[in-house]
């Protein structure tokens, strides 16, 4: 018997230990397969398996200032179709097209594919949840149904050329949409259907649910009530008149938030191909840019008054109906001219010659100084879609003509918002707010916030004492002057008219105006600033104090008691009757009178009784409104 040799006991021993080990790594590899990166591996293998249905999640709302909705999401499911699962496509098909209502042929070819998961669109994309019910009744085999939403628009056409649409996978396209797309998109959920490579269902993997997240929800600083005053008096503005569009804003002079904003005409959001590009892709108020007009005339006034070089009370000018500068013969617009007014006359009759002599004593570096102090002539930073930056003079071009054409608003563009911002600097105290829209950005699953704005004073423009001054102006102006036919009793409306000639290749177009009126409330300390422009009214009178002005008086009237504005007549100017005007009188206090003594006074009214007595109880209209005197004071009588 041989003994093994000692090389070969130690070769052994290797062999052993290398197996040991062998073994050993093998378990503990099995034992990291199996257990630490089972749940990893099983996660890949799902992917190489699964095929998604999705579910989408909702898409951020926009709400206005008050958390009222204006744009949601409607329910609209979408199918899906695995042809492995089914064994007679055909009529799978057929059943689907008659529910559907579509062509039952190219229905059929999308379903007889060799992919594992058909997505039926267009054909069954966004279709109605009735339908849906009605197809999960005939249990199709291998058709399921994807949750899918539309946006919808609570309240139609409103707002539309601000807020703007998504498309067809609900994507912003325009407006709000557009601009906060990243905040407004949710990722989608989905149910995990595992399966082999050829689409049969895998019987030991249940399906799973993947989760997904709305959308942030987008909040305004609009007010619905506001927009929907303001939209009213465009519209019928509008129809009125004949005009190619219009246009609106309504902002708080104090905060630079925007409450309301119009463009005219305006379209269906959720039907946005029918309309000329031209229309969703134009947001008037920050977009148009043209010559404002008499409105700019607010700005020189400032600008004379802050530089201490008119009393508009005590110092006269003579108004001869033109002024000449180098050789240039620059009209009012009325022809004879005003003749001899105060300057505070100037403002309420809107006298280009005496602009251009308050725009002289500032003089041209100035002047030019104090416009783009206001903002003119750069973006007003309000954040919105397509804002302009309009046209200024340069330094080097602004002439002694320009100077006197831009004192009263002519030769230069601007957009409506700069004016807003603007004339409320001008009439707020001399602060210059940057205007916005959105409010917050509020995580509609968490409700934290993730953006938010406030107001933002970019710089002082004019001192308080001045801006006194200017709403004193502006105020006579509505109660004295051009701008009378925006007068409200007790709610104390400032304001200024504007009639600007449009331009076109160069040249002004004869008898194609754009009129606008800005006014604001009340004048003593301005909430609110309302400013509206109508493009090519049709009408035997063209002027914004015959056009513009009524519908900013009626806006003001109609939102005040949304705002919170309360009628008062404290330091009220009055309005002075003028010829053509209709004959008013004070409502006079009849409440604890007799009917016997009443019937004894001699108004020119009109009086009626209502029930049975002998004493007024209340009456209708109350004390101290206006009314005409060939009017009727209802008296509500009782014992």
Same mark, same amino acid.
């Given at each position: 018997?041989?003994?093994? $040799?000692?090389?070969?006991?130690?070769?052994?021993?290797?062999?052993?230990?290398?197996?040991?080990?062998?073994?050993?790594?093998?378990?503990?590899?099995?034992?990291? /397969?199996?257990?630490?990166?089972? @749940?990893?591996?099983?996660?890949?293998?799902?992917?190489?398996?699964?095929?998604?249905? *999705?579910?989408?999640?909702?898409?951020?709302?926009?709400?206005?200032?008050?958390?009222?909705?204006?744009?949601?999401?409607?329910?609209?499911?979408?199918?899906?179709?695995?042809?492995?699962?089914?064994?007679?496509?055909?009529?799978?098909?057929?059943?689907?097209?008659?529910?559907?209502?579509?062509?039952?042929?190219?229905?059929?070819?999308?379903?007889?594919?060799?992919?594992?998961?058909?997505?039926?669109?267009?054909?069954?994309?966004?279709?109605?949840?009735?339908?849906?019910?009605?197809?999960?009744?005939?249990?199709?085999?291998?058709?399921?149904?994807?949750?899918?939403?539309? =946006?919808?628009?609570?309240?139609?056409?409103?707002?539309?050329?601000?807020?703007?649409?998504?498309?067809?996978?609900?994507?912003?396209?325009? +407006?709000?949409?557009?601009?906060?797309?990243?905040?407004?998109?949710?990722?989608?959920?989905?149910?995990?259907?595992?399966?082999?490579?050829?689409?049969?269902?895998?019987?030991?993997?249940?399906?799973?649910?993947?989760?997904?997240?709305?959308?942030?929800?987008?909040?305004?600083?609009?007010?619905?009530?506001?927009?929907?005053?303001?939209?009213?008096?465009?519209?019928?503005?509008?129809?009125?008149?004949?005009?190619?569009?219009?246009?609106?804003?309504?902002?708080?002079?104090?905060?630079?938030?925007?409450?309301?904003?119009?463009?005219?005409?305006?379209?269906?959001?959720?039907?946005?191909?029918?309309?000329?590009?031209?229309?969703?892709?134009?947001?008037?108020?920050?977009?148009?840019?043209?010559?404002?007009?008499?409105?700019?005339?607010?700005?020189?006034?400032?600008?004379?008054?802050?530089?201490?070089?008119?009393?508009?009370?005590?110092?006269?000018?003579?108004?001869?109906?033109?002024?000449?500068?180098?050789?240039?013969?620059?009209?009012?617009?009325?022809?004879?001219?005003?003749?001899?007014?105060?300057?505070?006359?100037?403002?309420?009759?809107?006298?280009?010659?005496?602009?251009?002599?308050?725009?002289?004593?500032?003089? *041209?570096?100035?002047?030019?100084?104090?416009?783009?102090?206001?903002?003119?002539?750069?973006?007003?930073?309000?954040?919105?879609?397509?804002?302009?930056?309009?046209?200024?003079? $340069?330094?080097?071009?602004?002439?002694?003509?320009?100077?006197?054409?831009?004192?009263? +608003?002519?030769?230069?563009?601007?957009?409506?918002?700069?004016?807003?911002?603007?004339?409320?600097?001008?009439?707020?105290?001399?602060?210059?707010?940057?205007?916005?829209?959105?409010?917050?950005?509020?995580?509609?699953?968490?409700?934290?916030?993730?953006?938010?704005?406030?107001?933002?004073?970019?710089?002082?423009?004019?001192?308080?004492?001045?801006?006194?001054?200017? =709403?004193?102006?502006?105020?006579?102006?509505?109660?004295?002057?051009?701008?009378?036919?925006?007068?409200? @009793?007790?709610?104390?409306?400032?304001?200024?008219?504007?009639?600007?000639?449009? /331009?076109?290749?160069?040249?002004?177009?004869?008898?194609?105006?754009?009129?606008?009126?800005?006014?604001?409330?009340?004048?003593?300390?301005?909430?609110?600033?309302?400013?509206?422009?109508?493009?090519?009214?049709? $009408?035997?009178?063209?002027? +914004?104090?015959?056009?513009?002005?009524?519908?900013?008086?009626?806006?003001?009237?109609?939102?005040?008691?949304?705002?919170?504005?309360?009628?008062?007549?404290?330091?009220?100017?009055?309005?002075?009757?003028?010829?053509?005007?209709?004959?008013?009188?004070?409502?006079?206090?009849?409440?604890?009178?007799?009917?016997?003594?009443?019937?004894?006074?001699?108004?020119?009214?009109?009086?009626?009784?209502?029930?049975? +007595?002998?004493?007024?109880?209340?009456?209708?209209?109350? *004390?101290?409104?206006?009314?005409?005197?060939?009017?009727?004071?209802?008296?509500?009588?009782?014992?």
């Amino acid at each position: 018997m041989k003994w093994i $040799s000692t090389v070969s006991k130690k070769r052994l021993r290797i062999v052993m230990y290398g197996f040991i080990l062998f073994v050993i790594a093998a378990i503990v590899r099995l034992f990291i /397969v199996q257990i630490i990166q089972h @749940d990893k591996l099983t996660e890949l293998a799902k992917e190489n398996w699964d095929r998604e249905i *999705p579910f989408a999640s909702e898409r951020g709302e926009i709400v206005d200032r008050n958390g009222e909705v204006i744009v949601t999401n409607k329910l609209a499911p979408t199918l899906y179709f695995m042809p492995a699962q089914n064994d007679n496509i055909e009529q799978a098909a057929k059943q689907i097209a008659s529910v559907l209502k579509v062509d039952e042929k190219k229905l059929y070819e999308k379903m007889n594919s060799k992919s594992y998961l058909v997505k039926l669109a267009p054909e069954a994309k966004n279709i109605t949840y009735e339908q849906a019910v009605e197809l999960q009744g005939l249990k199709i085999d291998g058709l399921y149904t994807g949750v899918d939403y539309v =946006r919808h628009y609570p309240y139609g056409n409103l707002l539309s050329r601000f807020i703007g649409f998504t498309g067809y996978d609900t994507q912003g396209l325009a +407006g709000i949409e557009y601009q906060y797309d990243k905040y407004l998109t949710s990722k989608d959920a989905a149910i995990r259907l595992f399966t082999d490579a050829k689409g049969n269902t895998l019987p030991h993997v249940d399906d799973e649910w993947r989760e997904g997240h709305q959308g942030a929800t987008v909040q305004l600083t609009i007010d619905l009530e506001v927009q929907q005053v303001v939209e009213r008096e465009l519209s019928q503005a509008m129809k009125k008149y004949n005009a190619e569009q219009a246009l609106a804003i309504a902002m708080n002079p104090n905060t630079g938030e925007i409450l309301a904003l119009a463009s005219y005409p305006t379209y269906d959001p959720s039907n946005f191909e029918k309309v000329k590009p031209e229309i969703y892709n134009r947001n008037l108020p920050v977009w148009m840019t043209f010559e404002p007009g008499s409105t700019f005339k607010i700005i020189t006034l400032a600008a004379a008054i802050e530089e201490g070089k008119v009393d508009i009370e005590k110092e006269n000018f003579y108004d001869k109906g033109y002024t000449i500068v180098e050789d240039s013969r620059l009209r009012c617009w009325k022809r004879e001219g005003h003749g001899q007014q105060t300057f505070l006359q100037v403002v309420e009759n809107s006298c280009n010659p005496g602009f251009i002599e308050l725009g002289q004593r500032v003089g *041209p570096d100035k002047l030019l100084q104090y416009i783009k102090n206001f903002g003119f002539g750069e973006p007003t930073g309000s954040n919105i879609a397509g804002e302009a930056s309009g046209i200024l003079f $340069s330094k080097e071009a602004f002439g002694p003509v320009e100077h006197a054409t831009t004192s009263f +608003g002519q030769g230069i563009a601007v957009t409506p918002i700069q004016q807003v911002q603007a004339v409320s600097a001008a009439i707020n105290g001399g602060k210059l707010y940057k205007p916005y829209v959105v409010s917050k950005i509020v995580d509609s699953e968490t409700g934290k916030i993730i953006l938010e704005n406030q107001p933002e004073l970019k710089r002082t423009v004019i001192s308080e004492q001045t801006s006194e001054k200017v =709403r004193y102006a502006l105020e006579s102006v509505v109660a004295n002057g051009s701008g009378r036919n925006a007068y409200r @009793d007790g709610l104390r409306i400032g304001g200024k008219t504007g009639t600007a000639q449009k /331009v076109e290749n160069g040249r002004y177009k004869v008898g194609d105006y754009i009129v606008s009126f800005i006014g604001f409330a009340p004048s003593n300390n301005p909430q609110v600033v309302v400013y509206v422009a109508i493009d090519s009214p049709k $009408s035997s009178v063209v002027f +914004g104090s015959t056009i513009a002005a009524p519908i900013v008086g009626q806006i003001i009237e109609d939102i005040a008691p949304i705002i919170g504005l309360e009628v008062n007549r404290e330091g009220q100017l009055e309005k002075q009757y003028r010829w053509g005007d209709p004959m008013t009188e004070r409502v006079p206090n009849l409440v604890g009178m007799k009917v016997d003594e009443i019937m004894k006074l001699q108004y020119p009214f009109h009086i009626e009784m209502h029930g049975t +007595g002998k004493v007024v109880k209340s009456q209708l209209p109350e *004390p101290d409104n206006i009314i005409e005197v060939d009017g009727t004071i209802h008296l509500y009588l009782g014992d």
